[in-house]
């Protein structure tokens, strides 16, 4: 009986290797998902959009313009529209005892 019990716990340190064993790729703790960062030279969607269309000429910006929502083209310019919400109420609460 003491053998079996020696046997399970082989078991289940020998599974508990193989998951570590697995787990090698994920990240460790305190570690950065990227430690290098972005490779120089290169440049975000953003970026790119901003020289293409500076790259535009006046007309080529107004028909790309056109196609866009107006919406779209007012958040591109000034950002998100602020919506600020009034909220007013009452908070009340119950106390409740068990008794057991």
Sequence with gaps: MNTEK???QEDITDKTEK????RTWLFK??????PKGRPKGTFSLKTYAKHMLEQ???K????FLDGI???TVWEMAEG??????????????KIVSLDE
Excluded: C, Y
């Design 19 to 22: 998951k570590q064993e697995l």
């Design 6 to 8: 020696k046997t399970s």
């Design 80 to 93: 998100k529209a602020k919506q600020d919400m009034e909220l007013s109420g009452e908070v009340t609460s």
């Design 29 to 34: 703790k305190g570690q950065s998902g990227n």
């Design 56 to 58: 535009m000429t006046d």
């Design 69 to 71: 929502d107006k919406r």
């Design 60 to 63: 080529q910006r107004q028909v």
